[in-house]
């Protein structure tokens, strides 16, 4: 059984804060890991992709790839009350071509 | 703008009725999928669309039947539903079958009756 794990939270850092989301995962030959943001209500919003061990940014977000340890993070800098959201982490499954494995979700809450 | 489209936003229909949700995707993409999601769960597969051939059904329930017109439009029709088939269903696109990257459209909240 393929399986990504995220702490559900919440997670709650004050406005400005670096935010820090980690998963795990078990599939030992995926070679895909994204990001999804959702809010209350809506749809998953993709937000980074990342594919090597390394560091990847894109402005405000910084993805994170480990996969000699299996974990994948993402880092919020200056984090904003609007950043509250559900933030899922997804892997590809090497099993079955365009699937994702998503993990549960953790649900980050930026305060005032 | 979202690039990937779907009607209608909100759907409420009894066990016996039938309806459709619609999608469609303005990316040029070859793959579309459908997902379902439950409050507080991530979203779950139910089936994928190659060149407008399925290429996977995680053995969903046969009162929800896909169909892909063309590579921009994905259909998925109901019939005889559960109350428990109420849930947000989710369109997405990538830009070939095996590409991973994914993008969602906003979502159908289906409430049934």
């Known amino acids: 059984q393929k399986e990504v794990e995220q702490n559900s939270g919440p997670l709650s850092v004050p406005e400005g804060a670096i935010a820090s989301l980690n998963c795990t995962y078990s599939?030992?030959?995926?070679?895909?890991f994204f990001w999804y943001r959702q809010y209350s209500g809506k749809s998953p919003e993709l937000i980074m992709s990342?594919?090597?061990?390394g560091d990847k940014e894109d402005g405000r977000f910084t993805a994170q790839l480990n996969k000699a340890s299996q974990y994948v993070s993402l880092l919020i800098r200056d984090s904003q009350p609007s950043d509250s959201a559900t933030y899922l982490c997804?892997?590809?499954?090497?099993?079955?071509?365009?699937?994702?494995?998503f993990g549960t979700g953790t649900r980050l809450q930026v305060t005032l | 703008d979202t690039e990937v489209t779907q009607t209608p936003k909100h759907l409420v229909m009894g066990m016996t009725n039938k309806k459709s949700l619609k999608c469609e995707q303005h990316m040029g993409h070859r793959a579309m999928y459908w997902y379902k999601q439950k409050a507080k769960k991530p979203p779950e597969l139910m089936f994928v669309?190659?060149?407008?051939?399925?290429?996977i059904n995680e053995s969903v329930p046969s009162r929800f039947s896909p169909e892909c017109p063309n590579s921009s439009l994905l259909n998925l029709h109901l019939h005889a539903l559960q109350p428990e088939d109420s849930a947000l269903y989710l369109c997405a696109s990538s830009q070939a079958y095996g590409d991973y990257e994914q993008y969602f459209g906003p979502g159908t909240r289906l409430t049934v009756t």
């Open positions: 669309y190659s060149y407008e051939k399925l290429s």
């Open positions: 599939d030992r030959g995926s070679q895909s």
């Open positions: 990342i594919y090597s061990n």
């Open positions: 997804a892997g590809g499954d090497t099993g079955t071509a365009s699937k994702l494995t």
